[in-house]
């Protein structure tokens, strides 16, 4: 689950992490009001939407002359006239793809002094099984271009859970980011204080870009985005209560509610497969045979009729799918309920586009019986290549 930049420093600033103030607005006037409350020489307007490249993306409906998704005023009244502008328009940005992402909340911060900026943050290794801490001097920019460009620039070192941020960690970090005497310590601390955070709050990343030096030598996270670990949200109720799911695929959160393991993508043709690594193999080979997948949808190994139903009605809920392919390899999850389940979803939602049911397994012969008698029209495919043949052409011919 992702949150907010002013949702993520008010959970850093629990821990002591340095943050500048500032204050969320979802109107004008509480934008204005935020500024008089600050009352500084300097604010910056920020849009709230959970994707990068904010400063750099523009909005819909102004000129390619106009500022971004983060500006840098100074007087109330410009606040005002900016909220006024940014508010309610969709912001395009390099993570958000064309489409955007409308602007419901801005966060006016105070100004602050840079003298330098640097990228930190934290990770969870799933291969060592530990949190990584990747830090550059390169901050303000986008990470995976400096990773590409100048790779020497990045540096990397790990924290084993079981023993925590040692001396060590500390000095690696500050010698990664050139940081002497005051900075160093402060460096130190800060680390401390984010790992504490990271393990605290079940993060599953957390990202400072930049984290700044101020004019009056300080560390100061300028800004943070962070996003925490589903399967843990239970013991969260804090961090549960921060989603907006404004910012989600409608889709995504209706399958969120029955279990599902569902990603909308850009493709014409929906997936209903069962187990991770199978609904890999199956967008891979839509897209060898010329297609592209509509989703990532995984039922699970001991999926219901109803959740069954539930997934049908997810993927064509989607106006751009086109086709359907079923991909069921029944070991757990038995073929039967599975076409038990398509058939109840497609009497009730109706069909209508093209439908490739591939079964293998446990009761398939079963299952492929309750398929041929229901009367639908549906295409029986004998192997995933097949599968993927049949409704990859049937698609291309109803076009």
């Known amino acids: 689950m992702n949150i907010h930049e002013h949702q993520a420093k008010a959970v850093l600033a629990e821990f002591g992490v340095p943050v500048p103030?500032?204050?969320?607005?979802?109107?004008?006037?509480?934008?204005?009001?935020?500024?008089?409350?600050?009352?500084?020489?300097?604010?910056?307007?920020?849009?709230?939407?959970?994707?990068?490249?904010?400063?750099k993306g523009k909005f819909e409906g102004l000129g390619p002359d106009a500022k971004g998704g983060v500006r840098v005023v100074k007087s109330v009244a410009e606040v005002r006239g900016n909220a006024e502008e940014m508010l309610g328009r969709v912001l395009v940005t390099h993570q958000t793809g064309p489409k955007g992402k409308q602007v419901n909340r801005l966060y006016i911060e105070e100004g602050a002094a840079i003298a330098k900026e640097f990228y930190l943050s934290l990770l969870v290794d799933r291969q060592s099984s530990m949190v990584?801490?990747?830090?550059?001097?390169?901050?303000?920019?986008?990470?995976?271009?400096?990773?590409?460009?100048?790779?020497e620039k990045i540096h990397s070192f790990s924290i084993d859970p079981a023993t925590g941020v040692w001396p060590t960690h500390q000095r690696a970090l500050a010698k990664a980011l050139g940081l002497t005497g005051g900075l160093a310590k402060e460096a130190a601390s800060l680390l401390t204080q984010l790992y504490t955070a990271f393990l605290a709050k079940d993060m599953a990343m957390l990202e400072v870009n930049p984290l700044i030096v101020t004019a009056d030598d300080h560390l100061r996270v300028l800004d943070a985005k962070v996003s925490f670990d589903g399967n843990a949200l239970y013991r969260h109720p804090d961090i549960k209560a921060l989603r907006d799911e404004t910012e989600e695929d409608p889709k995504e959160i209706e399958a969120s509610k029955h279990d599902l393991a569902y990603i909308a993508l850009d493709g014409e043709i929906g997936c209903m497969v069962n187990g991770?690594?199978?609904?890999?193999?199956?967008?891979?080979?839509?897209?060898?045979?010329g297609a592209e997948p509509a989703n990532f949808l995984d039922v699970g190994g001991g999926a219901s009729k109803e959740k069954v139903i539930?997934?049908?009605?997810?993927?064509?809920?989607?106006?751009?799918?086109?086709?359907?392919?079923?991909?069921?390899?029944?070991?757990?999850?038995?073929?039967?309920?599975?076409?038990?389940?398509?058939?109840?979803?497609?009497?009730?939602?109706?069909?209508?586009?093209?439908?490739?049911?591939?079964?293998?397994?446990?009761?398939?012969?079963?299952?492929?019986?309750?398929?041929?008698?229901?009367?639908?029209?549906?295409?029986?495919?004998?192997?995933?290549?097949?599968g993927a043949e049949k409704i990859?052409?049937?698609v291309k011919g109803a076009r």
Request: aromatic share 4%.
């Open 276 to 289: 991770a690594g199978l609904a890999m193999a199956t967008m891979d080979i839509i897209k060898l045979y």
């Open 310 to 386: 539930a997934a049908f009605k997810i993927i064509t809920a989607d106006p751009a799918v086109k086709g359907i392919l079923v991909n069921i390899f029944g070991g757990i999850m038995r073929c039967d309920i599975i076409a038990e389940g398509v058939v109840a979803a497609v009497k009730e939602v109706g069909l209508k586009v093209p439908l490739v049911v591939r079964l293998e397994g446990t009761n398939v012969e079963l299952g492929k019986k309750i398929i041929n008698e229901s009367g639908l029209n549906v295409i029986a495919a004998n192997d995933l290549s097949d």
């Open 132 to 151: 990584s801490v990747v830090a550059s001097t390169e901050g303000g920019m986008d990470i995976e271009e400096v990773a590409h460009a100048t790779p």
């Open 21 to 55: 103030r500032g204050f969320a607005a979802f109107t004008p006037d509480e934008a204005a009001k935020a500024a008089e409350t600050l009352g500084t020489p300097v604010f910056v307007v920020k849009s709230q939407i959970h994707a990068g490249g904010r400063g």
């Open 392 to 394: 990859v052409a049937a």
